[in-house]
């Protein structure tokens, strides 16, 4: 089963079309060039029909790296 | 540093995701822009005091980061979240400290929002230049009072009524028109300006209704509304929203000749007209969020 780093990192490329992206949990806007405020939304929704899970709007505004990303995805998983 | 560099600074330092468009709204037209901003920003600190450069763009991105994720919903969805007053009322307009946040929010983007950025341009270009001598404005839902002040603070001889259904919207219209130093010319009451009765027939020379009549679930109350109070020949400065989900956006246009027909059915004339969008949407968006502002005349005759 893949890990949420590798479910996240098929999503990351598919939303940026950048097959290249590696993603650790440090990865923030800084290290995606199309990372803006547009493209995180879109992000966040795509993460949300890929996981089956639902964010409010602070989660997605407030969403600061992807260890963020990956904290919020396994607490809302684990709480399934 | 001016105050729209600091603003860009602090976005740049803590909300760097929202640089690329607060720069594509001020490519829009730089000197305007920078004109725009420093009378906002520099009425807002004066109501608010210095923390308010953080607090409008804290609110700024958590209000355009609200309304691309229900874009985003709606695109899935198909329709808006809500579809009536009621269910928008307790959840926004009736919780203060979100519509305090909401409204800031809304207050920055007249500039910070590049599509928002034109047609503040088009009203005062378009809008403002048209006004009559010692003109009597109403503006129906002044929301945070900034197109009034805007208008108060250009036209001297100017004076302004306004109605709005919000407490806070009432509060913190009057902080803005007093910041601005024209509250002397400026009365604002709480009021649900749908109730025709509430409106002396004809007592506007000109009118203000900015991003109302997609809040409302009959949007042809609102129009009835601004030929009933707008004397033959009056301007009106109207803006609405169309395929652009928010909260408590009910009421769905699709096309600009909706907005344009409710307003020729009440007795109005659209003499102009501008149909704008974000510089960018969500990829394969089936929709355009668009904001369309118009310039409506009274009729005085049957066609014009």
């Given at each position: ?80 | ?134 003109p009597k404005l109403v503006e129906i839902a002044p ?5 009034g ?10 004076t302004l009524q306004g109605y ?23 009365t604002?009451t709480?009021?649900?300006a749908?109730?025709?009765?509430a409106l002396p027939?004809?007592s506007a020379d000109a009118l203000i209704c ?15 509304v601004i030929?009933h109070v707008l004397k033959?020949?009056g301007?009106g ?68």
């Amino acid at each position: 089963m893949s890990s949420t780093i590798d479910r996240l990192t098929d999503v990351f490329r598919d939303v940026f079309e950048d097959d290249d992206i590696t993603l650790t949990r440090a990865t923030t806007a800084k290290d995606i060039a199309e990372w803006d405020s547009l493209m995180n939304v879109a992000l966040m929704l795509n993460v949300e029909q890929s996981f089956g899970v639902h964010f409010n709007s602070s989660e997605v505004s407030g969403l600061k790296d992807v260890g963020g990303l990956i904290d919020l995805l396994d607490a809302r998983m684990g709480a399934k | 540093m001016t105050l729209r560099e600091q603003l860009f600074a602090y976005f740049a330092e803590h909300h760097p995701r929202s640089m690329t468009g607060v720069e594509e709204a001020r490519a829009v037209d730089p000197a305007r822009f920078d004109q725009v901003a420093e009378r906002f920003l520099s009425w807002g600190i004066e109501a608010l005091g210095q923390d308010f450069l953080k607090l409008s763009a804290d609110a700024y991105v958590t209000f355009s980061s609200d309304v691309i994720l229900e874009q985003g919903r709606y695109e899935l969805r198909g329709r808006y979240t809500n579809d009536s007053f009621e269910a928008c009322k307790a959840s926004v307009y009736h919780d203060r400290e979100v519509m305090d946040e909401y409204l800031w929010g809304v207050y920055v983007t007249n500039f910070l929002w590049a599509h928002h950025m034109e047609l503040s341009i088009f009203f005062e270009d378009r809008f403002l230049k048209r006004l009559p001598a010692s003109p009597k404005l109403v503006e129906i839902a002044p929301g945070h009072g900034g197109w009034g002040a805007w208008a108060l603070h250009n036209r001297p001889d100017a004076t302004l009524q306004g109605y709005d259904i919000s407490p806070s919207s009432i509060d913190i219209a009057t902080r803005i028109t007093k910041a601005a130093g024209v509250s002397d010319r400026a009365t604002y009451t709480e009021q649900n300006a749908l109730d025709l009765s509430a409106l002396p027939e004809a007592s506007a020379d000109a009118l203000i209704c900015s991003f109302l009549v997609e809040h409302l679930e009959q949007p042809e109350q609102l129009f009835a509304v601004i030929g009933h109070v707008l004397k033959p020949g009056g301007f009106g400065f109207v803006t609405g929203a169309l395929t652009a989900a928010q909260i408590d956006h009910i009421y769905e246009f699709k096309r600009e000749s909706e907005l344009i027909l409710l307003a020729e059915a009440n007795g109005l004339r659209v003499v102009e007209s501008l149909s704008t969008s974000p510089r960018r949407i969500l990829p394969k968006a089936k929709e355009l969020p668009r904001s369309m502002g118009m310039l409506v005349q009274r009729r005085t005759q049957n066609n014009w």
